[in-house]
Each structure stands twice: as structure tokens, then as C-alpha cells.
């Protein structure tokens, strides 16, 4: 039995490594949101809307209730604060991590605590709890406020884990159904709610059967587990195809799934590296200039990857009747952790964010060398102070980094120079500085590696901004894009055009021309069952602030006309504007009857919203 003292040192321990990352983290907490983080000042209108009760009209991140549990969460720092407050976002963040390491150490030390590993259970969940906490890579993906749905999602499946691994170890009959349950029945929900691949809770409860708990209290054999957990994978790849077919939808991407799948090692190893061995100020964001793999030859590295990824593979499975079975664990724990978003679902090739849980397993297969390889204990403490020092620096680097927005890009690009993302983001800071050679020069180099629509939108932006001439040859640019690119990216280089040309500005754009490019583009797109409402939705503004409203009304009037119910309820937004509030009330009718028919849930509530707005108009009306 743990003596007090026994048990309350390394909660202080970890208390004081939270300390220490807390006070790191204070640069970072002053940056900006980026990239998808932006996504959040939506959720200031919610509060504005529903003031105190905004948290009972939560949205999902998509569709339903995709993510529910993090937008949840969002919505209640919103509303506490009154208003969307970086800052507050990302100290909840550093909160989350702080309480996610300290489930790492428990649920940990539980897995082991029946072990042969038993002596050493304490330390070895201790090393690697600290390890985690103190991570780099971890500090990113807490800094970078949207990835919160990757914390909770990582918080419940580390509760999840703790809480099975002491119930499948108790000897009482009522406990231990009470916490198999509440790892089944709420972590593994909460965890799926927060980021659907939380699901990856289950796949770890059978890791942790196979290597540890059903050693230490037998229910199956080992063939039975194996089978189960075989078969539960394929139903799970099956069930996710059939469902969600959009996962396995490569149209949108510059790379195919043999391309991915080829990619998919090269990345692992690269992460694995970064875990361990991490280097520079980087803060992972602009990785969009990782380079796909087009054969096994091509990058060399694919081969060599591959290789050792098989060689690491063979090891978890051969470790696990070895001495170092904690070492084959915890690199069996990071694959498994990246069975979702490192595999065949058409995410972009390379998002290190995606370690923050898997990177637990390689910190874990460090602890079992620093504690059963070295000579002995005082090497163990030198080795753990070295590398903490070291984690600390780099993570202190990576704050200062995160700091403003300036530090960002600029980093990035020294780190990334042929990443377009980064490039378009440092085209975007020149461009506001009136640099606009710089901003020309990135924003071409951009294109050069990444020839999307999107990036030739924010030329056409640059030009207006510069005052530059727009001939015929730059609307022909646009139609020799590859592809739309990100979709918000493409929706932002849009606004920020068509906010320019409503203030006034751009005065040489020819919105005519613009609106003809994009039609063809559409109509290239919508050849291949895209059919880009986006790009439709910017034509119309378009033309309507142009001054050709006629025009802008019969294309979306077609477009609805056509089944497209977001068309009709564009229209009503248009009609209300003018105040043509009979047109607007028919055109609103038809468009419920067309959402009720097609089961379009999602636009339900913008049409409620219209709905409200022409009742409210109607009343001030009446006498």
C-alpha cells in the first residue's frame, strides 16, 4: 500500500511542472486566432442572440451534432466572458492539457499497478505524464484554440482508459461494473462528441487488454481478443464508409488515396521524430508543403519509412512477450492513436496537432528506457532533467512565437518557405503594410506550388489593393486554377475582394468579367457533382453591388427554381433588403416547402431566422 507521502509527491511534482508550463505559456496567451480558429466568432452571435441562455442553443461543428461537447464548451467561455476572448480561450486550453496530464499519470499508473511493472509504476507514469505535459508538440495543439476538440476528445478516452483499467483490476463486483460502465457508457460517448476519432477509446481499452489487464485478471484468451479486435476494426472501416462516404472523397484534394496512403509513413516517422526530438520555434500550422508520396521510390524516404514503421510494427508485436513489453505498448498505443486521421480518410497529408494523444505512447516508451535502460537511478534524474530543460526551452521558443501574429507568419515561413498557406498568410501582412512587391512576389510563389482559385483570388485582391491594372489576362487566370482550394480560404480571399469593391476601392475590376470567370469555373466544377454554392454565392454579391440586382435576382431565382433551397433563401435576404416584403414572404414558402421535402434540417434555422425578420417588419407596419 502507497504511504501518503508515497502518493502525494508526484501530484506535487506534476503540480509543479503545471506551474512551469503555465508561466511559459503567458506570451502565447496574447496572440491572435488563426487559420480555423476564426471559426469561433461565430459563436458571439449565438451569445449575442440568446444572451444567457446562449449554451442551450449550442451548434454543432458541421452537420447535427458533430463536435457538440467542444462547441459546447466554446459557447460557455463566450458567455462567461461576455464576448470572444482569445486570450480566455487558450488559458482553458492550458487548463485542459494541465488536467489531461494529470488523467495520463493515473490512468497509467492503474494499467500498471498489477503489472510486473508494478514497482515501478509510480515513477513510470510520473516520467511519462511529465513528458507529455512539457511536450512542444502538446503546447501547440493547446495554444492553437480550435484543437480543443482534440483535447477533450483526449481528456475523456484518458478518463475513459483510467476509469476501465480500475474497474477490470478491482476485486469488488459493484465498483468494477460501475467503472466499466462509466468508461463505456459516458467517456467513450463524450469522447466521439468532442472529436469523432474520441471513438479510438475502445481501440485503446483493447490494447490495454491485450498487453496488460488480461494478464493480470485473465477473462479471454488471447486468440479471442485478437478475433474481436479485428473484426470490431473492420466493421468500424465499413461502417465508416458506408455512412460517411465523404471521408473516402478525394476530389477536393491534390493527392489521391494511394498518394495518401504512400504519404501516411513518411509522416508518422516525421512525427515520431518531433515528439522526441523536437527542434526550433515552429508551431505546426503551415504543413501544407508536406510532399506526397508518388511511389514507393519517390521520395526515397518512403521506402525507408515504410521499412521502419514495419520494423516498429513487428516490434509491438513481438515485445509483448519481452521484458521491454512497455516499450512495444506505448509505440502500439501512438499507431493505434493515429488509426483515424493517419490512414485513408482524406485529411491533408500532414497536421502534427494530430499527436496529442498517440504522442502519450512514445513518451511512455521513453519513460521504460529512461527508467529500465540506464545505469542507474541518478542517470534516470540527469536524463529527466536534461530533457525537461530542453522541452521547456523549446516550448518557451514556441510561445514567443504564438505571441502575435507577425511572429507566426513570419516563423513560418523561415520553417515552411514553399508552403502556400504560409506564403499566402506573409502576402496578406505585406500587403498591409503597403509592401506590395513582397506581397505580389509571395503570393506568386504560392501559386507556383499550390495553383488553387483561392490564391488567385488574393492576387486579384492584391492588385486592387495596389491599384494595379486588371486586364482580361488576369480573369483568365483564374480559370486556369487546379482546383477551389480550402473552402474557407477561398470564402475569405473572396470577402476581403468584395468588401474592397463595396467600400469603393477597385475600381478597375471588371465585375462582369469576374463573374464570367467564375461561371465557367462552376460550371467545370458542377460537371463533376461539386456544384461550389460558394463560388455562386460571391458571383451574385457580385453583381448585385454592381448594380445589376435584375441579373442577380434571376440566377438565384434559377438556381432555387433548380432545387437549390439556399438560392431561395439568398433571394429572401435580397428581397427583404429592398423591402419587397410580399416577394420576400412567397419566395420564403416556397423555400420551406422545398427544405421540408429535400429533409434539408441544417437550413432550417436561417429560414426561422428570415421568418422572425418579416413578422417583426410586419408588425412595425401595422397601424
Known sequence: MSTPHKTALPALILLIAAIVLGILSIPALNGPL???????????????????SAVFHTPGFGVGFERIISMFSFLLNIQGNGSLSP???????????????????????????QSSYREKATTLALITGLLWLLSPINFNTSIYTIQRMTQLSALFALVGLFLYSKGRLSTHGGLRLTYIGAALAICAPLAALSKE????????????????????????????????GSLGAIAAVFALV??????????HRDFTLAERLLSQPRALIDYAQGIIFPYGSDIGLFTDDFVKSASLFKPIATIVSLLALTAISIFCV????????????????????????????????YFPHRNYLPSLGVYLAAAWVIVYCLPSRNWSIVMMVIILTYFSAITYARSLTWSSRENIISTSVYYHPNSPRALSSYAQLALEQKDYKIAFAAINKAISHSNTLNRHIQRLYILCEAGATINNNEYERLKSAE?????NELAQALTNTLSLYKAGGCTQLNAADLVSALDDISTSYEKNGLGPWTIEYYAVEFLYVSGDKRHAHK?????????????GLYRVKLLIEEGNIDEAERTLEQAR?????NSQSDLLPILNNFNQQLNKIKEAALP
Open 197 to 228: 476519432n474520441g471513438i479510438l477509446l475502445l481501440a485503446f481499452l483493447f490494447l490495454a487488454e491485450l498487453y496488460f489487464l488480461n494478464t493480470s485478471r485473465p477473462l479471454f484468451k488471447d486468440w479471442q481478443l485478437v478475433l474481436a
Open 318 to 349: 513481438v515485445g509483448r512477450r519481452t521484458p521491454a513489453k512497455l516499450a512495444a505498448y506505448g509505440l502500439a498505443f501512438f499507431l493505434i492513436g493515429h488509426a483515424v486521421e493517419s490512414t485513408f480518410i482524406s485529411l491533408e497529408l
Open 242 to 251: 458506408y455512412f460517411f462516404p465523404g471521408t473516402v472523397n478525394y476530389d
Open 555 to 567: 440566377r438565384l431565382q434559377t438556381r432555387f427554381d433548380n432545387g437549390h433551397a439556399e438560392s
Open 483 to 487: 482546383s477551389l482550394g480550402v473552402s
Open 87 to 113: 486570450s480566455q480561450l487558450k488559458l482553458t486550453n492550458i487548463a485542459i492539457h494541465i488536467t489531461c496530464g494529470f488523467f495520463a499519470f493515473l490512468s497509467i499508473q492503474s494499467l500498471l499497478r
Open 593 to 597: 416547402n422545398q427544405i421540408i421535402r
Open 34 to 52: 488563426v487559420l480555423d480558429s476564426n471559426k469561433l466568432y461565430a459563436l458571439e452571435g449565438v451569445v449575442t442572440e440568446h444572451g444567457n
